[in-house]
């Protein structure tokens, strides 16, 4: 059972390069999040899912896109990537409200 | 923006030595988590609290929900080596719009010096 599985683990980028991370989870769970980390903030949710076909935006939302075609699957999208965006991102699921997340390894992103 | 506050931001203690450290918020929330980062991992779910007043332990981990509904706490007793990592605060709110999502605190980095 692997869980949330994030790839790729490492990527650098050129500003207004563009990439998509990919989350898959084999747990038949409902809710999908990707969040991004950065030194001192915490995790800051950037968009969420709570169902194949459905998407919606989080706290910081602006520059990325995503998608959930399949329910295993949610992807995270950078269009036009910028420095800002150098961090480390999260995906993570839940069967339901009230219980906690299982959470991926980590995308670590650079953009330069 | 960010809404959970947590202390302290890091600590460097003595093996052995017991750790505390607590998480404020301006919103009641209806579930407390605590989560543990190991450096390169995702967090890892350490202890979930559901009621204002709650007591939970998990081994040397002891947390509780706060009775106002906007505070929580999480005590590491004899500290060991590998506690080390940075420790997270989340809370939930209920209700048909919450979707789950998880507000987090800034987290505490741990060290412990053998």
């Known amino acids: 059972n692997a869980g949330v599985t994030q790839t790729p683990k490492f990527r650098v980028l050129k500003t207004g390069q563009s990439m998509t991370l990919l989350c898959a989870q084999d747990?038949?769970?409902?809710?999908m999040y990707w969040y991004r980390q950065d030194p001192g903030m915490g995790l800051r949710l950037i968009h969420y899912?709570?169902?194949?076909?459905?998407?919606a935006k989080g706290e910081v939302p602006d520059g990325y896109n995503v998608s959930r075609l399949k329910k295993q699957n949610f992807l995270l999208g950078l269009e036009s990537a910028a420095p800002s965006q150098t961090s480390v991102y999260f995906c993570?699921?839940?069967?339901?409200?009230?219980?906690?997340?299982?959470f991926g390894s980590g995308t670590r992103l650079t953009v330069v | 923006g960010q809404q959970l506050n947590q202390s302290p931001q890091s600590m460097f203690i003595q093996e052995g030595e017991d750790v505390s450290m607590n998480c404020t918020s301006s919103?009641?929330?209806?579930?407390w988590l605590w989560y543990k980062q190991d450096p390169g991992e995702g967090p890892v779910l350490l202890i979930a609290?559901?009621?204002?007043?709650e007591l939970t332990s998990n081994g040397r981990l002891t947390a509780q929900f706060g009775i106002t509904r906007k505070d929580s706490f999480l005590n590491i007793s004899a500290s060991i080596p590998s506690d080390v990592g940075i420790y997270f605060c989340?809370?939930?709110?209920?209700?048909?719009?919450?979707?789950?999502?998880?507000?987090f605190g800034q987290g505490t980095i741990l060290t412990v010096h053998p």
């Open positions: 609290l559901y009621k204002a007043g």
């Open positions: 899912s709570v169902g194949e076909g459905t998407t």
């Open positions: 989340a809370g939930q709110r209920a209700g048909g719009t919450s979707y789950g999502k998880l507000t």
């Open positions: 747990m038949n769970h409902e809710y």
């Open positions: 993570a699921s839940s069967i339901m409200t009230g219980y906690g997340y299982t």
């Open positions: 919103s009641i929330f209806n579930t």
